[in-house]
């Protein structure tokens, strides 16, 4: 009878262990399922939080390139601007300044050499009085006053500068000249290491021989010369855009300065080649 209790006992125990192991080994699955699932839930929000973030980080950097791309336009656009208004006003620089253009004619046509070797420095003084009257040097010296060409240095390019500055040196060298003729003022003109000079001979290397044998003034040679260089240079500046530059009509007072030139003593004007 106890064995039979005692058996009774063991298969009982036997079968509810069995049936906790088979609930627990189905539940397991059931279990990891879910933890499975809850754990890709969670993942997968946290990869949406990203891609959002992501998203938002795109967006940010699409307004600031946007901001940025605008910006260099705009810069670009008032740089364009401020270089057509540099371009002009160079352009009337040298409109005003070409106004010198017989008063360069005849000074070519002098021997400065001789002229200084010899004294003789107030044979011209006749000479330059009208030349001053004729060509209205005071005019030209009030309009080149009144022009704004404040943003020449900030926008043009150094090839058109360096042209224009040549040019406009070589043109007020000879107002400075023909005045001092005209005022007896000759004496602190006759300086060595003319920065003018120095300029031509930098870009016209073969000009030096010529200098040394005629003298600073020799720069007026190269005034139509650096007056054609500029302009092409500001032409190619402004992607070719054609100048539209004016020569005043000076037919009138051409005549009475050539008179008064072939006035001179022949030995005080110079034959060039």
Known sequence: MELSNLSVWFFSTLGSAGVLVGIGYFSKDIILKYYEKKINIKFEKEMEEFRQSIREKESH?????????????????????????????????IKVLKKTNLLIEILIRLNFKKIYAEKRE?????????????????NILREVKELDVNFLDLYLDSESLN?????????????????AFKDKTTEFLRKENNE?????????????????????????VWHNYFAEKTLNSLRSFVNGEKNNVDIINIQKITTAARKNYSDLPSDLKIQRS
Do not use: W
């Open 163 to 179: 042209n224009l500055r040549i040019f406009q040196g070589i043109t007020f060298f000879a107002i400075i000249l023909i005045t």
């Open 122 to 138: 107030l044979e011209l003084q006749g000479m330059s009085e009208q030349l001053f009257r004729d060509c209205n040097i005071e």
């Open 61 to 93: 950097i699409a307004l600031i390139n946007s901001y940025l791309t605008d910006l260099e336009a705009n810069r670009s656009k008032v740089r364009n601007d401020k270089q057509l208004i540099a371009a002009e006003d160079c352009l009337k620089l």
């Open 196 to 220: 003018i000079v120095k300029s031509i001979i930098k870009y016209l290397p073969d000009s030096k021989k010529s200098f040394e044998e005629y003298g600073d003034e020799h720069m007026f």
